[in-house]
């Protein structure tokens, strides 16, 4: 019993030594955490689609300096100037520049162009890419332009169901694709009496049909000669020579409703480079020139370093527009660095006119001889029998 009390006495002590419980507190509101602000800006992330307002993210018509905060590692601008035949800035986007974008910083997108490969950009639906066949393009989009009133470069083509992609070609492959504001719609245009005939698949040397006259005709080139059939291929009507030739294509003559043969030809050294364009119809079994030999751009070494490539590495893709009084040329600009395409611009055009009356080549049937014979004309004017 004694013990008991004890024990009872000792806790009745520890329990007047206890500090008393603090007083109830009012409820703690739940705790804020704070966000770093956002910039609100979702970047789409490749493969791209390119279509014909543009390619994923960047856009035709879009303003330059609001796609710049689209970069996801910051603008790489650059000026593109050479006097007569570009003036843009041309920006590079994607991992490796696999993106070319042009236009003024001020103004608005005015093409972009891909230079990367299946992981960068693919068309829509049909995934074509640079790397594809020119067979596997076609199959996609569609036969290329060949409008009567329009001509370009071999290298250049236009699928007929995107008509403002340029595909520039290389070893039978895509070497790039540039959506311009450019559509290339057909044009209402007078008609023509005579019908471009039918060409033989995969001719060699190249083949290309013509209404040089209202019969129609087959013209073929074979470097720097420019031979002219009849219809079937069996008859030789004439033959030009055309020094230094880069390309010949026939075009539609608005006034007179039939073709001309325009070529353009490139002479070039270690420090200069020129394209000109010179046009000729034909006249019974005479060429006659419809436009004079004229230079239409020209750069130099030193005019290509400032936008940092070398003479050697700039090409020069032209296509061809008939006007009533002249031929509009304008094109695409590339520059290489190795085998690859590194840096497209759309180039300035230029406006040429036509001769008010035909000029002969020669000073009898030496621009040509009629029923195969094997006559030839240089295109300076000097007969070759």
């Known amino acids: 019993m004694k013990s008991l009390l004890v024990v009872a006495l000792f806790a009745s002590a520890c329990d007047r030594d206890r500090p008393a419980p603090p007083p109830p507190r009012d409820p703690q509101p739940p705790r804020r955490i704070i966000e770093p602000p956002t910039t609100g800006i979702v970047r789409q992330l490749p493969p791209h689609a390119i279509r014909s307002d543009g390619v994923g993210p960047y856009k035709l018509g879009d303003k330059v300096a609001g796609l710049l905060q689209q970069l996801p590692s910051g603008p790489r601008i650059m000026r593109f ?22 236009g003024e910083t001020a103004s ?17 639906k049909s995934n074509v890419h640079v790397g594809s ?14 409008d009567p009133d329009r001509a370009r470069d071999p290298r250049l083509l236009i699928p007929s169901q995107q008509r403002n992609l340029r595909v520039v070609i290389a070893d039978d492959r895509i070497a790039t694709i540039a959506v311009t504001s450019d559509a290339t719609n057909p044009r209402t ?8 005939p039918a060409v033989p698949s995969e001719s060699k040397p190249r083949k290309f049909p013509a209404c ?42 608005l006034g007179e409703g039939r073709d001309e043969i325009v070529a353009i030809t490139s002479v070039e050294d270690t420090q200069e480079r020129r394209w000109s364009i010179v046009a000729y119809r034909l006249e019974g ?38 006007q009533t009084d002249g031929i509009e040329v304008g094109g695409l600009l590339t520059t290489q660095s190795g085998s690859k395409i590194r840096d497209v611009a759309v180039i ?22 009629s029923s195969g014979s094997g006559g030839r004309a240089d295109a300076g004017g000097s007969a070759n029998p």
């Not at 066949?133 to 060949?146: H, I, M, Y």
């Not at 087959?218 to 030009?240: M, P, Q, Y």
């Not at 370093?305 to 061809?320: K, P, S, T």
């Open 285 to 322: 079994t005479r060429f006659v020139r419809s436009l004079d030999s004229e230079v239409i751009y020209e750069m130099t070494n030193a005019r290509t370093r400032w936008i940092g490539a070398e003479l050697r590495d700039v090409q020069l893709y032209l296509e061809l527009t008939s």
């Open 189 to 196: 245009i007078p008609e023509s009496a005579c019908v471009r």
């Open 212 to 253: 040089l006259t209202q019969a129609g005709e087959l013209v073929e080139v074979d470097g720097d000669e420019v031979v002219v059939r009849s219809a079937n291929g069996e008859t030789r009507i004439a033959t030009l020579r055309i020094p230094n030739l880069v390309f010949a294509e026939p075009l539609r003559h």
């Open 81 to 102: 100037e050479i006097p007569g035949v570009v003036r843009t800035s041309v920006v590079r986007a994607e991992e490796d520049d696999a993106i070319v974008i042009g």
């Open 108 to 124: 608005n997108v005015t093409f972009v162009a891909v230079v990367g490969g299946s992981e960068i950009a693919r068309t829509e």
């Open 348 to 369: 300035s055009p230029v406006r040429v006119g036509r001769k008010s009356g035909g000029k002969s080549m020669g000073g009898d049937a030496s621009s040509g001889i």
């Open 133 to 146: 066949s020119v067979a596997e393009l076609e199959q996609a989009l569609g036969p290329f332009v060949d």
